[in-house]
């Protein structure tokens, strides 16, 4: 158990629908770091959240859009699904990961991530 | 950009052979950081080992050991005698920071242990 829990684990809804995954990472982690996994486009990195401050985006699209609250925790709202949106959406966690660069003990910051189980989103 | 290339797809090994599996990376980064995680059938994905890019040292942590060559580009995972319970989808991935951090993941290798 990694310590970052991911709910609902299984998610089925309808095209053109509206779904919101949530995250919580384990305790003590400022950062989070969304994931889609699909068989064709592997492990893509979405978005990465630090100390609620958006700080990283990789391939989201811009349907998606993704926050961090106070109490850390995170979602990620997938808007007007499509069928190639099925996936498994994970969430990560770290300690670190935020900064500003050329600080002392930025090299700090490079933290490994922490998985949750992840949610299984299809879409019909 | 950044770039991680697994270009080993799938991988079948008896139990008790050795088994590496290659990961080469891009980037034009000189501070970086590699890492390796498992995803087992169940579907979590599992860290299992992080280095930076000012530390060449290989690394052994019981039958996994890693070789990290910059001059190739390359971090490469060698488990040793393999078992059934290795049989997993590896990902290596790699990390470069600006501001935030930003992970890139290879496309995976699936690794097949046979009893």
């Known amino acids: 158990d990694s310590g970052v829990t991911q709910t609902p684990k299984h998610l089925i809804t309808a095209t053109g629908q509206r779904v919101t995954l949530r995250c919580s990472p384990r305790s003590g982690d400022l950062s989070v770091y969304w994931y889609q996994q699909s068989l064709d486009q592997g492990l893509q990195f979405l978005i990465q959240?630090?100390?609620?401050?958006?700080?990283a985006k990789g391939n989201i699209l811009e349907r998606f859009s993704a926050q961090q609250f106070p109490d850390l925790h995170s979602e990620l709202n997938l808007s007007s699904l499509e069928l190639g949106d099925s996936a498994l959406y994970f969430c990560a966690s770290s300690v670190g990961g935020g900064g500003i660069p050329g600080l002392a003990g930025v090299r700090a910051s490079y933290n490994e991530q922490f998985f949750g189980p992840g949610t299984r989103l299809t879409v019909l | 950009a950044q770039k991680v290339t697994q270009a080993q797809t799938e991988i079948s090994v008896v139990e008790k052979e050795d088994v590496t599996l290659d990961c080469v990376y891009e980037?034009?980064?000189?501070?970086?950081?590699l890492f390796w995680y498992k995803q087992p059938p169940s579907g979590e994905l599992v860290f299992l080992i992080r280095r930076n890019s000012f530390d060449e040292q290989n690394e052994i942590s019981g039958r996994y050991s890693w070789n990290f060559q910059k001059s190739t580009s390359s971090f490469n995972f060698t488990i040793t005698a393999s078992q059934v319970v290795d049989s997993a989808v590896y990902f290596c991935a790699l990390s470069v920071y600006f501001y935030g951090q930003n992970f890139v993941f290879g496309p995976g290798t699936r690794l097949s242990v046979l009893p």
């Open positions: 980037t034009r980064d000189t501070t970086y950081y």
């Open positions: 959240y630090y100390n609620g401050e958006e700080r």
